[in-house]
T-cell receptor, first 109, second 112 residues
Framework: QKEVEQNSGPLSVPEGAIASLNCTYS??????FFWYRQYSGKSPELIMS????GDKEDGRFTAQLNKASQYVSLLIRDSQPSDSATYLC?????????FGAGTTVTVRA | DVKVTQSSRYLVKRTGEKVFLECVQD?????MFWYRQDPGLGLRLIYF???????EKGDIPEGYSVSREKKERFSLILESASTNQTSMYLC???????????FGSGTRLTVV
């Protein structure tokens, strides 16, 4: 079993819709969770971090964490063409992060 | 803002060459990392370092070595470049604790 698994995608959503991305992790002691956005040919950039159960909102992004079920999700509201990218889920594991394979999101106008 | 700088954006090297990829961060982070990213395989950890002169193997260290002589600089060395090392190489740094990485802009290496 991979340490971090993401829904495989690709995910295509119409402009203005909600994009929902899911991620599960295997290490129960993980305490920190991150979502990175990566545009084609660019390096990942951190868009959300979450440490406690529940929801965390930042603009059009909402991260949700459920440690009991070992999943973390990202909602993108009012999706824009500029949100078209690959989204990487990452989980803190000692000194380092473990990454999922990523979900590619395409927002169609 | 933390800055992580990778010395080259694009590199083309010949098979058998020794290749140095340099990474410098400016925020006194203890931990630095080298990943490679390939289509369909995601991010794979090559080596990381949690202190000066300390290094730990990641998931795919074969064919690579690293050097960390100063806290701000972490170098990745391809001892004898091969075509299967053609990839995007990403450097990252973080403080010890629960915060995330900051990535450099990446080096796209092509070995011919």
């Amino acid at each position: 079993q991979k340490e971090v698994e993401q829904n495989s995608g690709p995910l295509s959503v119409p402009e203005g819709a909600i994009a929902s991305l899911n991620c599960t992790y295997s290490d129960r002691v993980s305490q920190s969770f991150f979502w990175y956005r990566q545009y084609s040919g660019k390096s990942p950039e951190l868009i959300m971090s979450i440490y406690s159960n529940g929801d965390k909102e930042d603009g059009r992004f909402t991260a949700q964490l459920n440690k009991a079920s070992q999943y973390v999700s990202l909602l993108i509201r009012d999706s824009q063409p500029s949100d078209s990218a690959t989204y990487l889920c990452a989980v803190n594991n000692d000194y380092k992060l473990s990454f999922g394979a990523g979900t590619t999101v395409t927002v169609r106008a | 803002d933390v800055k992580v700088t990778q010395s080259s954006r694009y590199l083309v090297k010949r098979t058998g060459e020794k290749v140095f990829l340099e990474c410098v961060q400016d925020m006194d982070h203890e931990n630095m990392f080298w990943y490679r990213q390939d289509p369909g395989l995601g991010l794979r950890l090559i080596y990381f370092s949690y202190d000066v002169k300390m290094k730990e193997k990641g998931d795919i260290p074969e064919g690579y070595s690293v050097s960390r002589e100063k806290k701000e600089r972490f170098s990745l060395i391809l001892e004898s470049a091969s075509t299967n090392q053609t990839s995007m190489y990403l450097c990252a740094s973080k403080v010890t604790g629960r915060l995330g990485y900051t990535f450099g802009s990446g080096t796209r290496l092509t070995v011919v």
